[in-house]
């Protein structure tokens, strides 16, 4: 991945490593978030909430059984609330209107 906000940005030579070239690629996760080529937070916002919504999937299948809401509480606060705060500090300071309506 190439980070390059010139107006006319140069065309860099490939990068070879112990003659095997490094692939370019437009995003990459790095500590659990995605870094795109842009250094927007769109893709790393699609994939939390994407990966949350997997996970109120198993939420509502627990509610079908009649858990007491304690237990549907803990399971969200154990497995979904954890994937929303995963680098919170990172995304949510550059998210748009309609990121934290998503989130929310």
């Not at 390059?4 to 003659?19: E, G, K, Q, V, W």
């Not at 990966?51 to 154990?78: D, G, H, M, V």
């Not at 949510?92 to 990121?99: L, M, Q, V």
Request: net charge neutral; proline share 4%; charged share 25%.
């Amino acid at each position: 991945m190439v980070v390059d906000f010139r107006r006319n940005p140069l065309a860099l030579p490939p990068l070879t490593i112990m003659d095997s070239t490094v692939a370019t690629v437009e995003s990459f996760r790095f500590l659990g978030s995605t870094i795109s080529q842009d250094l927007k937070r769109e893709r790393h916002i699609d994939s939390i909430v994407k990966n949350a919504q997997l996970r109120l999937f198993f939420l509502r299948q627990l509610k079908k059984y009649i858990l007491p809401q304690e237990r549907l509480t803990q399971f969200y606060s154990a497995v979904i609330e954890s994937v929303l705060c995963t680098s919170i500090t990172v995304w949510f300071g550059s998210a748009t209107k309609s990121d934290e309506d998503i989130s929310e």
